[in-house]
């Protein structure tokens, strides 16, 4: 479900109280720990964290208007989501979050190819979340995009 926000301070304060302490964290562990570079803003409905033309002029492939995506969260009907373009575009990276997971929670992994979904906010691993944020520079988010989409 999209939201209507046009700023990401609207979409967190349209967020239902339930979900808004660990929203309100974990947006608060990814701008604390997010490279510089990235920027913050709304992108598909939801908060998103992308390299801006300023950076990277061409734009996402689809939609050259648009900045290159990068990461965005959500809070959806049944679960917050964290979608993370890095982990869809890089094996070793996904490799290193399937291993380390497990050491940060007590429930098992619900992963689609960019979706990572916690259905229990108060169970979200946050410190597994920042140093997954730090590994991207916007950068290598770059190369790795250009190399899979030439390819």
Known sequence: MQSTATTPDAYMEALPEDRKPAMEKLRATILENLPKGFKEEMNYGMLGYVVPHSLYPAGYHCKPEMPL???N???QKNFIA???M???ANKELLDWFVAEFPKHSKYKLDMGKSCIRFKKPEAIPFELIAEL???VTPQQWIATYEANIKS
Do not use: E, M, T
């Open 69 to 71: 995506p990068f990461l």
């Open 73 to 75: 969260i959500a809070s």
């Open 82 to 84: 964290l979608y993370h």
């Open 86 to 88: 890095g982990i869809y």
């Open 133 to 135: 944020i730090r590994k």
